[in-house]
């Protein structure tokens, strides 16, 4: 007789293969396109394998509502561990007092800072979505733009860098309960000491938004936060190279409120495998070899902007200091979406983007956005960036030549396998 349990048709022992080939399948060929292609896309990375094989370990048949030592299921002995060696871990390599690693993602975070400080109709300030802010800042299409009374800041026209004094007057006028600094695409320094002044003046509460450059705060490639901004949220992938998870980082005054705006007031139970990859994370972002990562990821940046530079592209303020680029193609007479769908043909991944004071449409705009932190993963270097930039200038100048896009992504595909993609397995 068969033992009593799940029949591998059931999700048994058979292996995903037999399960469901075609899934199968499908994952196999994101594999080879991890692999083959360059991925430029700044919100994007690889995560290492202990991270991935603690995401798809059993921890993932856990519930475990509550926090640790605090928990509404019983049987939490080893996830009251993990939790609590995330948030330690998280504490030490950021210099907080308290970590909340429950939230699923980056902008769910956000929304956990809104809840525990904010009712509907409040006034918030963020930085615009046009010129390089996140949606959760405050965006009309957001609920964050939709339940609040939020307000935007915006970039210098001549420049491209924030306006600080528009941000100082928008404080001023309106005295925001949240003032959030931070981006998702502006390539620049962020100037944590000047939003601190601001904010304290107005008596706003400061909200540091570092899910694209957390990594680069913990390696010390990127000033820090901390000691400026009371909040601070983050994803937990991008430059940390951990799990696709969030995290809400803050002093020891707004732990409690924190804590309970999370869980019980926009979640159940945290994704227990996710947690366990950020601990991991943390861990190995503390190392030597993180910090010598991050700062690699800029000089890598700088590199690949100053090819772009050289070739006749107009970058967003000129350069970068972090992680990614922001290029104008307006010069070119190629709109961003074009752009970005013959790279991808040739093998070089990136978003199209819009660009401050863009006069094309957000879904097709004249901007493409790219970034150095999956490619310093596979251990690339300026030389590297080089030829990646000079391919991106190729395409960009002959978006209709499919041999030459072809061609191209050959050269990227023998590139590619000089610099195998970390955690990405590879069929025999």
């Known amino acids: 007789m068969s033992k009593p349990g799940l029949h591998p048709a059931q999700g048994g022992p058979a ?39 603690a995401c798809g370990s059993v921890l993932n048949n856990k519930y475990s509502e509550g926090y640790a030592g605090k928990r509404y299921y019983e049987g939490q002995q080893e996830i009251d561990k993990i939790e609590t060696l995330a948030i330690e871990r998280l ?52 609920i964050s733009g939709s339940y609040f009374n939020a307000l935007q800041y915006g ?19 309106h005295r925001p309960k949240l003032l959030f600094c931070g981006a998702t695409a502006y390539p620049r320094v962020i100037d944590f000491p000047k939003f601190a002044e601001i904010a ?77 990859g950020i601990a991991i994370a943390a861990k190995l972002a503390a190392t030597d070899e993180f910090k010598a990562y991050a700062h690699a990821i800029v000089d890598n940046a700088r590199a690949l902007a100053e090819t772009l530079l050289g070739r006749g592209f107009s970058l967003v303020t000129g350069g970068t ?45 004249s901007g493409i956005r790219l970034g150095t932190p999956a490619l310093t993963s596979r251990g690339m270097g300026p030389a590297e960036m080089k030829r990646v930039g000079d391919w991106i200038a190729d395409v960009v100048e002959h978006v209709e030549d499919d041999a030459r896009l072809d061609r191209i992504a050959g050269e990227v595909r023998s590139l590619c396998d000089d610099f195998p993609a970390p955690g990405v397995p590879l069929e025999s």
């Open 15 to 53: 292996d995903g293969a037999s399960v469901d080939p075609e899934i199968f399948q499908l994952i196999r060929a994101e594999e080879r396109r991890q692999h083959e292609k360059l991925r430029l896309i700044p919100s994007e990375n690889y995560a290492t394998q202990a991270v991935m094989q």
């Open 91 to 142: 504490k030490s390599l950021f210099g907080v007092d308290h970590a909340n690693v429950q939230p699923y993602s980056g902008s769910p975070a956000n929304l956990g800072v809104y809840f525990a400080f904010c009712k509907p109709g409040d006034p918030v300030l963020g930085m615009g979505l046009p010129s390089g802010g996140h949606l959760t800042h405050g965006w009309k299409v957001s």
């Open 155 to 173: 970039v210098r026209k001549e420049d491209h860098r924030i306006d600080f004094d528009e941000v100082a007057r928008l404080a001023r006028e």
């Open 200 to 276: 304290k003046e107005v008596g706003a509460i400061l909200v540091a938004d570092i899910a694209h450059i957390s990594g680069l705060v913990a390696g010390g490639a990127h000033p820090s936060p901390v000691g400026f901004a009371e909040v601070i949220s983050s994803t937990t992938h991008k430059t940390l190279r951990g799990p696709r998870g969030g995290m809400i980082l803050c002093n020891r005054e707004h732990q409690k409120a924190i804590d309970k705006s999370v869980f019980p007031g926009l979640q159940g139970g945290p994704h227990n495998g996710t947690t366990a």
């Open 321 to 365: 200091d972090n992680h990614l680029v922001l290029c104008d193609l307006t010069p070119q007479k190629v709109p961003g979406k074009v752009a970005a769908r013959a790279l991808d043909r040739a093998g070089i991944v990136m978003n199209y983007n819009s660009v401050p004071f863009d006069t094309r449409k957000p879904f097709d705009p």
